[in-house]
């Protein structure tokens, strides 16, 4: 998955940030310890919590066209997953550990690259696994979504099985990442792993409100938008000198455009059935903005984190305000938007109206928020994630 940029301060959601996460955590060394701490403790809250939450707003019926959907979604959906057999998977791309000598060597390697590499871009790259990691929440966003929801864990339905499947092949993006970066020696692992177990726990509020329309146009964009992403670290490690990254980074932006190719298929397929539901919720989506995945990702530290590493991936063109307007505008071409008329109400003739002028109208507040950017002095921020070193955001 993927993120925004901090120069629009307009794509991101507030959040409040519980004190209680910056204070130090205390270890217990016995159990009888860890039990007298334990009636004492606050209870576990997460760092960054979302209020005003919104469920439900897709009327019941509508569930009915998802269910009418199963056979074509076996048909067009599960035929864009891969088979496990033919699927690459994190250990292709890396040092194999049971070759003793050869592992050594192959690590050593991989270190010597990975001190060409500037820390802003491992800021980016770390920023990206994190996302990947969050995983678990992804799945259990998909499983809000009514009518296509894994109704047992293991649905036969053909909704359940995409969901699983995609699950599957997009657990295999972190896990080469995760690996690089520890073997690489430059980053701070602990503090990366304490982000991914605060991210998990505060979870992701995309606004989809239950509604499969919605959940599927922000999937959409969520795909082409992590695609572009990893294809532009791959494009930098490469510049850098470090191939094997490339590898892995253009190997998972793969899997991102096929992931890209099955939901906007599915938002096809919606705006034929109901374009008029298909064209307010895809308009409904923009004007909440889509926030991006790993949005309320603390460290312990840093309260605004997330948007130190939006804004050090728009100065290195990894993903950026211009990447977001041009994801709408492929979006509204790809689903035909400005040729609907047959079947809109008034609500979905304004939608439509307004996805049509969104992309102009992103470009120019992104040029003025670029002039705006260039007169301003650069400003350097202590990243944990690279043992407390300076980047430039
Ligand atoms: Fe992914
Ligand atoms: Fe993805």
Redesign the pocket.
């Known amino acids: 998955?993927a993120f925004s940029s901090s120069s629009s301060t307009t794509f991101f959601v507030s959040h409040r940030i519980q004190a209680s996460s910056l204070q130090p955590k205390v270890y217990q060394s016995n159990i009888s310890s860890s039990m007298n701490a334990s009636r004492h403790k606050k209870p576990y809250r997460p760092a960054h919590e979302v209020e005003g939450q919104v469920t439900h707003s897709m009327p019941p019926h509508k569930m009915e066209i998802f269910k009418s959907l199963e056979n074509w979604a076996e048909n067009n959906l599960l035929t864009l997953l891969k088979p496990v057999e033919s699927s690459w998977q994190p250990h292709d791309f890396l040092p194999d550990p049971s070759l003793s000598d050869k592992f050594y060597e192959q690590t050593e390697e991989l270190r010597k690259r990975a001190k060409e590499i500037p820390d802003d871009y491992y800021v980016c790259l770390v920023g990206d696994m994190i996302t990947?990691e969050a995983l678990p929440t992804?799945q259990t966003v998909l499983n809000t979504f009514d009518g296509i929801r894994d109704e047992t864990g293991a649905s036969l339905s053909p909704w359940a099985i995409w969901t699983r499947g995609?699950t599957a092949?997009?657990n295999r993006?972190g896990d080469p990442l995760k690996q690089y970066l520890y073997l690489s020696g430059r980053v701070d692992m602990r503090q990366i792993e304490k982000t991914i177990q605060y991210l998990i726990g505060c979870g992701m509020y995309i606004k989809t409100e239950n509604s499969p329309f919605m959940g599927s146009i922000y999937?959409s964009f969520?795909?082409r938008a992590?695609?572009i992403s990893h294809s532009n670290t791959a494009r930098h490690a490469k510049r850098h000198g470090d191939l094997q990254l490339a590898q892995i980074c253009g190997a998972?932006a793969a899997?991102?455009k096929r992931?890209?190719g099955a939901y906007t298929r599915i938002v096809e397929k919606l705006f034929e059935l109901d374009p008029d539901a298909a064209v307010i919720a895809f308009a409904d989506m923009m004007r909440k903005k889509i926030v991006m995945p790993a949005h309320l990702m603390f460290d312990g530290r840093d309260p605004a984190l997330f948007d130190h590493f939006a804004a050090v991936a728009q100065r290195l063109g990894i993903y950026s305000a211009t990447d977001y307007a041009d994801i709408l505008e492929f979006l509204v071409g790809r689903w035909k938007v400005e040729g609907l008329a047959v079947g809109l109400s008034e609500d979905g003739k304004k939608a439509r109206d307004f996805l049509c002028c969104l992309g102009q109208r992103y470009r120019k507040l992104e040029e003025r928020a670029r002039g705006r950017r260039e007169k301003q002095e650069r400003r350097s921020v202590r990243f944990s994630w690279v043992f407390d070193r300076e980047v430039q955001v």
């Open positions: 998955m990947e992804y995609w092949e997009e993006h999937t969520q795909e992590t695609f998972i899997d991102e992931h890209e």
